[in-house]
């Protein structure tokens, strides 16, 4: 089982930039697909972006590529979103998950079976 808390959420400014951070507890941290997915007021969760196990494969939803990274350090059992050319309809809470293996590529988002609190990100116009 892993624990996950993210961290990095905050108030800017169109055209800014934030990097959400989520650290893992857990010895096998190595082993998990991660993903980030938001969640608007009044919208459904939506999947952000996802990166595999060892991080040498990324995916990302139409609406972030080019604009957003997900990076992946499993020595420091962390993953991140870097978020560039922020826009008002990136405000959300955003949530990291982790899927055990075995798992699609990118992972459903029935197979994430550990997910964050959440942090809120707010872009002001």
């Known amino acids: 089982q892993v624990q996950l808390a993210e961290s990095g959420g905050g108030l800017v400014q169109a055209g800014g930039s934030l990097r959400l951070s989520c650290a893992a507890s857990?010895?096998?941290?190595?082993?998990?697909?991660m993903g980030w997915f938001r969640q608007a007021p009044g919208k459904e969760r939506e999947f952000v972006a996802a990166?595999?196990?060892?991080?040498?494969?990324?995916y990302y939803a139409d609406f972030v590529k080019g604009r957003f990274t997900i990076s992946k350090d499993n020595a420091k059992s962390t993953v991140y979103l870097q978020m560039n050319s922020l826009a008002p309809e990136d405000t959300a809470v955003y949530y990291c998950?982790?899927?055990?293996?075995?798992?699609?590529?990118?992972?459903?988002?029935?197979?994430?079976?550990?997910w964050g609190q959440g942090t809120q990100v707010t872009v002001s116009s």
């Open positions: 998950a982790a899927a055990e293996p075995p798992c699609s590529a990118p992972p459903l988002p029935e197979e994430f079976d550990f």
């Open positions: 990166v595999s196990w060892n991080g040498g494969r990324s």
């Open positions: 857990g010895q096998t941290f190595g082993r998990y697909a």
